[in-house]
Structures are given as structure tokens and as C-alpha cells.
Nanobody, 121 residues
Framework: QVQLVESGGGLVQPGGSLRLSCAAS????????MGWYRQAPGKERELVAT???????NYADSAKGRFTISRDNAKNTVNLQMNSLKPEDTAVYYC???????????????WGQGTQVTVSS
């Protein structure tokens, strides 16, 4: 099986920064896209940013210019550097990875357990 473990969430004041990290482990042949999603109370889960295995990135409009996604393919990790945080960024942030467990298998989405980010003064 595949496990995704996030870290780096917490409480930060408006205008502050946080760095989220996610490590994938287990039975992994290759990982296609990796990404971060978030879900605020009473709202649906939404895309924050994704990054392909080749390094191409995609950001939600709300994240552009403030957040930076990066990955280390050798370590199967993905990070999200969040700057200029706003109260509306408060949410549970989830790591996602599209994993092929063997060279013959289909790609399957895996999710982390989520990490809380709270932006408040």
C-alpha cells in the first residue's frame, strides 16, 4: 500500500508563512502528478496547486503569487511554501499523489490524512 504523510501545518498570523511537506512511501513504482488540496469548514475540497513529474505547475487563482509547490522525485516528496497567508487560507490541507504501484498497474489517487492550517491574529 501507499501512505502519504503531511507535516508543517499550524497556527500563523495574517501575513505570515508556513511550509507544508508530504512524503509518499510504500509500494511505489512511479508517481505522476502530486498536489495540495484544501477544505475549509462547510466547503468542498478545492485545488491549491499541482506539480507534474516533470515539474510543470498549476495553481488556483487564490494561490498564485503567494504559494509555491515543489517536489523531489528521488524522495517522493512534495512541498508547499505558503507566504502572505490570509485568514481565508484557513483549512485542512491534503496532499495528493497519482501513483502507479507497479509498471503494469493503473494510476491511482492517494491522499494524506490532512494537516490543519489556521491563519488568525
Amino acid at each position: 500500500q501507499v501512505q502519504l504523510v503531511e507535516s508543517g501545518g499550524g497556527l500563523v498570523q495574517p501575513g505570515g508563512s508556513l511550509r507544508l511537506s508530504c512524503a509518499a512511501s510504500g509500494s511505489i513504482s512511479s508517481i505522476n502528478a502530486m498536489g495540495w488540496y484544501r477544505q475549509a469548514p462547510g466547503k468542498e475540497r478545492e485545488l491549491v496547486a499541482t506539480i507534474s513529474s516533470g515539474g510543470s505547475t498549476n495553481y488556483a487563482d487564490s494561490a498564485k503569487g503567494r504559494f509555491t509547490i515543489s517536489r523531489d522525485n528521488a524522495k517522493n516528496t512534495v512541498n508547499l511554501q505558503m507566504n502572505s497567508l490570509k485568514p481565508e487560507d484557513t483549512a485542512v490541507y491534503y496532499c495528493n499523489a497519482a501513483v502507479r504501484v507497479t509498471v503494469w498497474s493503473w494510476v491511482k489517487d492517494y491522499w494524506g490524512q490532512g494537516t490543519q492550517v489556521t491563519v488568525s491574529s
